[in-house]
Every structure is written in C-alpha cells, then in structure tokens.
C-alpha cells in the first residue's frame, strides 16, 4: 500500500521560504507524476504543481514565480519551496501520487494526510 | 483560470434518499475532463468519478456522473451511511488544475 506523508515547519514567518517534503513508502516514485496541493482555512483545495519522476516540472501560474518542486536528496521523497510567503500562504499542504492516468492525464490516487503551515510573525 | 462553483454547498439528506450534487464551471471544460472525489474527516479525498461520467476503480455503482461543457452532476442514488462526506469536483481539462469549493452531504 503506498503511503505519502508531508513534512516541514509548521509555523514560517512572513517573507520568508515555506519548505516541505514528502515521503513516499511502500512503493517507488518512479515512472509517476507526483503533486501538491493546498487548502486555505475555509477555501477550497488550489492545484500548486506537480513533478514527473525524470524532474521535469509544471506550476500553477499564480504561484510560478515563487514555486519550486523538486525530487528529494533521499530516494522516494519530493519537495515544495514556496518562497515570500504571506498570510495567505497559511493552509493545509498535500502532497498526492498522480497515479489514476489515462490518455494524456493523470490524477491523484494516493494523498498524504496533510500538514498545516501558518504564516505568522 | 477556469472556476468550479459547487452547489448546494450543504445538503441534509437520509440514509436511503438520493442525492444530486452540481458543480458549474466558468468556461468549458476541455474534453470534460472533470473528476469528483469524496473526502471523509481524518482521511485522504477518493477518486470517484474520471471524464465526467466514468467511474473509477472500485466505486459502486450507486456512484454516477453525468454533464459536459460547463454542467456536471454527480449522483449518488441510494445513500449509505458511509456516503456521508464532502464531495469535491475538479477539472482536469485546463491549466491551473482547479477544484470546486465542496458539498457537504450531511445526515439529516
């Protein structure tokens, strides 16, 4: 069974990098696109982008200029960078294995539970 | 940005009734590339329904989509207690990827 699972800070202070991880067990990262996600406090969930295991990458344009995932130190792991961050950066942060594919589209399979990250001073 | 608008956003219903759940885009969805999850408390969302009307793997067939271009509906035609959760729609057709706000299906 694949699991995923975020981590990082939880509290980031304004203007500085939100860093995340997230770990997959129980099954490799390659030959899948892997994605985050967030969801604000009352909001619903807004797309951030996903990576293919080769690296290549696709962003939100919304978030583009701040945005940075990448393919973990560790094996089976992958990261998000969100730099500059504000008050409305605060959410809840997943990570998901975009493993459900068809003709030319992929979508979430597995979802890590979740991790919430404030933005406060 | 296409934008998912989900309605109702509340819909009180018993175990056994029906439910209808909307969801409308602000422009058309490509190749209706819309999928419906369902998120229960303390778990991760479920994939439903793939390109509007296909069910994905393992969903009972109690489990329906229907719609295209700017109109989805999701049916669930006989709630069981389990069906009690908030149901999600996202587009998968344009860039961003976007999710609606959620429908929370309560027991009534």
């Known amino acids: ?121 | 940005e296409i934008v998912l608008t989900q309605s109702p956003s509340t819909l009180s219903l018993s175990p056994g009734e029906g439910a209808t759940l909307s969801c409308r885009a602000s422009q058309s969805v490509s190749s209706n590339y819309l999928a419906w999850f369902q998120r229960k408390p303390g778990q991760a969302p479920r994939l439903l329904i793939y390109d509007a009307s296909s069910r994905a793997t393992g969903i009972p067939d109690r489990f329906s989509g229907i719609g295209s271009g700017t109109d989805f509906t999701l049916t669930i035609s006989r709630l069981e207690p389990e069906d009690f959760a908030v149901y999600y729609c996202h587009q998968y057709g344009g860039s961003p990827r976007t999710f609606g706000g959620g429908t929370k299906v309560e027991i009534k």
């Open chain 1, 1 to 121: 069974q694949v699991q995923l699972q975020e981590s990082g800070p939880g509290l980031v202070k304004p203007s500085e990098t939100l860093s995340l991880t997230c770990t997959v067990s129980g099954g490799s990262i390659n030959s899948y696109y892997w994605a985050w996600m967030r969801q604000p406090p009352g909001k619903g969930l807004e797309w951030i982008g996903f990576i293919y295991y080769s690296g290549s990458t696709n962003y939100n344009p919304s978030l583009k200029s701040r945005v940075t995932i990448s393919l973990g130190t560790s094996e089976n792991q992958f990261s998000l960078k969100l730099n500059s961050v504000t008050d409305a950066d605060t959410a809840v942060y997943y990570c998901a294995r975009l493993g459900y594919c068809g003709s030319n589209w992929c979508l979430p399979d597995y979802w890590g539970q979740g991790t919430l990250v404030t933005v406060s001073s």
